[in-house]
Structures are given as structure tokens and as C-alpha cells.
């Protein structure tokens, strides 16, 4: 009996022993994770080591100290809580670009846990993420997958809050192997899931709306994305300004995508004034916004504000991130949008290279980004040029239909690759090469019709285009129509760039060397007083083409033909006017009222001077 008392309360010792000891254990790693928390609130300005956003840029040496403050805080004997801030660091690594050391963190963190028979979702997510980053997305989904299937059932906000980031991490993945069914069902399921948290939750919620809003973006589902990201920064100004920023920097891109240039405008720059104050002038989140600001600036035609934003950019993301991030291959990409306009060709196509070589070294061939660098070096290749260089046309036309081929497999649309292509053939010499740009440009139009408003530039470009090609064809009558209806919506635009301006001063010439070879004087007359009128609006009463137009109009007034020494006109800055030569080639003898030159139903007999191309 007294045995088994004995034994009874060396048990009873045991279990309160064993009970004691889980709960100091515990406490520990309440107190250690505290700790760990405090640690990176103070050194990289996250309030917890769970989430789903972009952490904020912080320095290599800040880093580096993070990581030995991590190590000395979190002991061997606790490979959990060790393994999460060491993913969480791997997050911070991959913001400024060194992926290899990020790598590095999550393989240690996965060995601890795997030394231990442990596992955490909040490791397996920094993994999934780090792969998506590097464009590894089938790794990424399997990863994603097999970390969610034990937690399905959870019923604990933390895990549920862990379960959100592998789910957003699983979306990820799917998307970037166009399984965009599956990659929308998975987000829509975990924004279901954070709305199912409360108020907890709301700031994933922000962020998981922001992604939707990336991604039907990207689909042109332009007005939904908008009020997804407009969402986005309702719920969070106040509480946490940090996604309402990054919401921003998407609804940018947003409204530039929907030719709504001068609200871009305006976001772009509140996003700028607030970087600036909340992270300072030499912040790289500073740097990032001062080329937003400059693709801003360049798509409203204030150029020169646009270069100088691009150079405070240049400093700041040189100084901060190298010249081997990709967000250095982001500046490289605007600067040489820039060089373009300023006639710099070769230092465009140059940067517009290095771009796309630096976005696919880092990030994959197939990322959205490498993508865009893509597209743009394209357009570099194919109208920065004179016409002679068939070689760098040909390696133009070869990247359009490859973004063409991509859009198609990953199930992306690309209207606006697949215009320029149209355009690029439209300006070739030839027959089939006509031909084949006619049935791409009204294949371009039905498209563009799906994904953008009447007044959007690209639908009005490609119009114009189309009207240029009927007139190479010699098909006017259907010509003019189309240019009066791209002159139409042009003047009821509300979203016009600048650069249309141009557009619709052109087509009302085209039309004017329509009405008067069709012996129609007083129309064209009228057409070219309705052009001067414009050119003053709009480009100025000295411009070019205002001036040129003026002088053009009194010789017509008293010919029935303008002479060929108005092509000879100097304009204001004492060289050879360029609209002066255009008039001269559109309305000059080849043009003059000839009955015999009108055929059935308008049609001429035979084929105006041409004077110019598409993107003259």
C-alpha cells in the first residue's frame, strides 16, 4: 500500500514536473518570440514576423546586424521561432536584390526544422515566395500545396493568418503558370478567409485586394482593378499608410493602362510627397517613385520634367540598390522612353537593352516585368530607327511576336503588341506587307474594342494607321471616313495625350488632299482652316504647323494647288519646315482638282504622294 502511494505521488510529481516545465517553456517562447517581434520593429519596420506584403527597404549593414541580433537572441533550442525570423530576414534580402543570401536563410531555416521534425507555415510561405520572386513558380505551387494541405482544417486565428500568406503565395504561383482560373479561385478564397478574420485581418485583406487589382490589370479588366486598389487605400490611409502606398504605386499603372493620364498624374505625385516625407529624399522607395513619376511625366508630354525625374531617380537607386536590381533595370526602361523622344536612338535601344537583359537574369524570362522591358526594346527596334537598319527591324518584329506567343500561352491578352506590330508592317513598302498589315490592324481594332474606350490613344492610333494604309491603297473614300471619325473622338476625349494632338493635325491634312483631288475646294479650305485653328489650340500660334498652315492656306486661296516652293518655307528656328514640305506633298500639283482622277464612289485612280508614315 504504501508502495503504491508511493509510486502514485512520484507520478502525480512527474506530470505537475512535466506540466511545469511546458508552461516555463512556453513562457519562453512567448518571451523570446516578443523579443523577436521588438527586434524587427525596431531594425526593419515590421510590427510582426507574419504578413503577405513587400517588407520595407532596409540597408545590407542593417541587415547584417539584424541577423547576428537574431542569432544571439534566438537559442539552438528553440528551432521554430530561430527558423521565422530567419525567413523573415530572407524577406528582407530579397528586397534589396541579393536573392542568393536570401536563399541561403531559407535553406538553413528549413534544415532546422527539419532537424527537429518541425515545420512552419510562416517558412514554407517566405520559400514559396522567394521561388514566385525568381519566376520558379511550379516549384512555388508545389510547395504552397503540400504546406496548406495540414492546415485546411485550422481553427486558430494565428495559423489562419499563416494560411492566408500560403494561400496568396499559392495564387501567385498558379498565376505565373497562367492556371488564371485556379490563381483567381485561390485569391478569392483567401480574401473570403481574411474577411472571415474581422478586423484582425483587415490589413490583409488591403493587401489581397491590391494583388486582385494587379492582376485584372494585367487582364485589362481596368475599371474593376481600379476600384479594387481604390478599395485597397480607403481601408488603410489612416491605419496603416504603408498599403495605402503600395495600393497607389498599382493604381497608377492602373489609370496610365486606362489612358487616364492626368489622374495618374495626380496619384503619382501624392504618392511621391508622401514617400518623400515618410522615408526620406534618399530612400529607395523615394528612388521608385521618382520613376513612376517620370513615366508619368513622359505619357503627359512634360518631357523635360520627366528627365528630371528620372535623374533624381538614377541617384537614389544607384546609391541604394546597385546597378544589378532590378528596380536599376525599371530606371534603365523610362530613361530610355526618354532618350527616344530626345532623339537619342542609340543610348535608347542601348539602356532599353541593358533593361531586358537585367529583368531576365534576375527575375526570369517570363516575369510581367521582363515582359514589359521586352515590349519596350521592341518599339525601340522597330520605329527608332531610320528604315535602313532591316536587321534590328527584323530582331523587333521577332520580340512582338514572341510577346504575342506568350500573351497567347499564359493566356494574357496583348493588344498593344499586337497593334504595334501592326504598325511596324504598316510601314514597310509592298504589296503583301500591306496586305498583312491591313488584316493585323483590323484584327487590332476588334480587340482593342474589347479592352479599351473609344478614347483611348491606342484605338486612335490604330485608326489612324488603318486610314494611312487605306490611303497607300488607294482607297480614300473609306480613308476619310476613318479619319473624320478618329478626328471625332479625339476632340470629345477627355484622356487625350498629347502626342495625338499631332494625330488629329495630320488626319484633317489627309482629309484636305481628299476633298481637294476630288475637286471639293472650299471643303478643303475649310478642313485646312479647321487644322490651323487646332495647330494654335493646341501646339501653339508659333508652332510649325500653325505657321506653315497659315501661309499654306492664302497661297490656296489664290491656287488651286499649292506650289512647290512652300515646300521650301523656313520655320522659326531658321531650318526647313517639316509641315511646310508635308503640305506641299499633300496639296501640291499631284493633288489639284482632276475630274478624270475621281473614279466610282470617290475613289481616286491613282495613288497620292504619300509624305510621311505612320509615326512620322
Known amino acids: 500500500m504504501v508502495i503504491a502511494l508511493a509510486l502514485l505521488i512520484l507520478a502525480l510529481a512527474t506530470v505537475w514536473g512535466y506540466a511545469r516545465w511546458r508552461e516555463q517553456r512556453a513562457q519562453e517562447t512567448a518571451r523570446a518570440s516578443a523579443a523577436l517581434d521588438r ?22 549593414p542593417n541587415l547584417i546586424a539584424t541577423e547576428a541580433a537574431l542569432r544571439r537572441l534566438c537559442p539552438h533550442d528553440q528551432p521554430a521561432l530561430r527558423a521565422r525570423g530567419l525567413a523573415v530576414l530572407a524577406r528582407g534580402y530579397t528586397v534589396i536584390g541579393d536573392y542568393p543570401h536570401a536563399q541561403a536563410l531559407i535553406d538553413e531555416a528549413e534544415r532546422l526544422l527539419r532537424e527537429h521534425g518541425a515545420s512552419d507555415p510562416g517558412v514554407d510561405a517566405a520559400s514559396a515566395s522567394l521561388l514566385n520572386l525568381q ?37 501567385r504561383a498558379k498565376w505565373g503558370l497562367a492556371d488564371d482560373d485556379g490563381a483567381m479561385a485561390m485569391l478569392e478564397s483567401a480574401l473570403a478567409d481574411a474577411r472571415s478574420l474581422g478586423p484582425a485581418a483587415r490589413d490583409s485583406v488591403a493587401e489581397l485586394l491590391t494583388l486582385r487589382g494587379e492582376w485584372r490589370t494585367r487582364e485589362y479588366q481596368l475599371r474593376a482593378a481600379e476600384r479594387d486598389l481604390e478599395q485597397a487605400i480607403a481601408m488603410t490611409e489612416r491605419g496603416n499608410p504603408l498599403l495605402a502606398d503600395a495600393a497607389r504605386f498599382q493604381l497608377v499603372h492602373a489609370l496610365l493602362k486606362n489612358d487616364m493620364d492626368l489622374q495618374a498624374r495626380a496619384q503619382a505625385e501624392r504618392l511621391l510627397a508622401y514617400r518623400r516625407r515618410a522615408f526620406g529624399e534618399q530612400h529607395p522607395e523615394t528612388g521608385r517613385a521618382w520613376v513612376l513619376a517620370s513615366e508619368v511625366q513622359y505619357l503627359c508630354g512634360d518631357l523635360s520634367a520627366a528627365v528630371r525625374s528620372a535623374t533624381r531617380a538614377r541617384a537614389i537607386i544607384v546609391a541604394t540598390y546597385g546597378e544589378r536590381h532590378p528596380e536599376y533595370a525599371e530606371l ?28 531576365e537574369t534576375t527575375l526570369g524570362p517570363t516575369h510581367e516585368r521582363s515582359l514589359r522591358a521586352k515590349y519596350n526594346l521592341a518599339i525601340k527596334l522597330v520605329f527608332s530607327g531610320d528604315g535602313s537598319d532591316n536587321k534590328s527591324f527584323k530582331q523587333g518584329v521577332d520580340m512582338l511576336e514572341e510577346l504575342i506567343r506568350t500573351g497567347k500561352e499564359t493566356d494574357i ?76 473622338h479625339i476632340e470629345r476625349g477627355d484622356h487625350i495625350r498629347p502626342t495625338m494632338h499631332s494625330v488629329t493635325s495630320k488626319a484633317l491634312l489627309y482629309r484636305a488632299s481628299y476633298a481637294l483631288s476630288s475637286c471639293r475646294k472650299e471643303q478643303a479650305l475649310s478642313l485646312l482652316r479647321e487644322q490651323s485653328a487646332y495647330c494654335e489650340r493646341h501646339l501653339g500660334p508659333d508652332s510649325d504647323c500653325a505657321a506653315s498652315t497659315r501661309v499654306a492656306l492664302s497661297e490656296l486661296e489664290h491656287h488651286d494647288y499649292l506650289p512647290a516652293r512652300l515646300a521650301q518655307h523656313i520655320g522659326g528656328d531658321g531650318a526647313p519646315s517639316p509641315w511646310a514640305r508635308r503640305l506641299t506633298e499633300r496639296l501640291g500639283h499631284a493633288q489639284r482638282c482632276a475630274p478624270d482622277k475621281v473614279g466610282i464612289g470617290g475613289e481616286r485612280s491613282v495613288t497620292p504622294a504619300d509624305g510621311g508614315t505612320i509615326s512620322d
Open 413 to 488: 491578352p496583348m493588344p498593344l503588341e499586337k497593334t504595334k506590330l501592326a504598325l511596324a508592317f504598316a510601314e514597310q513598302p509592298g504589296e503583301a506587307a500591306q496586305q498583312h498589315a491591313e488584316r493585323l490592324l483590323i484584327d487590332g481594332q476588334i480587340e482593342n474594342r474589347k479592352y479599351f474606350p473609344p478614347h483611348a490613344n491606342i484605338r486612335l492610333v490604330s485608326d489612324f494607321a488603318l486610314a494611312q494604309l487605306l490611303v497607300r491603297r488607294r482607297r480614300d473614300a473609306q480613308a476619310d471616313a476613318l479619319f473624320a471619325d478618329v478626328i471625332a
Open 39 to 60: 527586434l524587427f520593429e525596431s531594425r526593419l519596420g515590421i510590427a510582426s514576423t507574419s504578413g503577405l506584403g513587400r517588407l520595407p527597404f532596409a540597408s545590407r
Open 135 to 171: 519566376a520558379r513558380y511550379d516549384r512555388a505551387e508545389v510547395l504552397a500545396s503540400q504546406a496548406l494541405r495540414p492546415l485546411q482544417n485550422a481553427r486558430d486565428d494565428v495559423t489562419r493568418m499563416r494560411r492566408l500568406a500560403l494561400q496568396t503565395e499559392l495564387a
Open 332 to 359: 534603365l526602361r523610362q530613361e530610355s522612353q526618354n532618350d527616344a523622344v530626345l532623339g537619342h536612338g542609340r543610348e535608347a535601344v542601348a539602356k532599353a537593352h541593358a533593361a531586358k537583359a537585367l529583368l
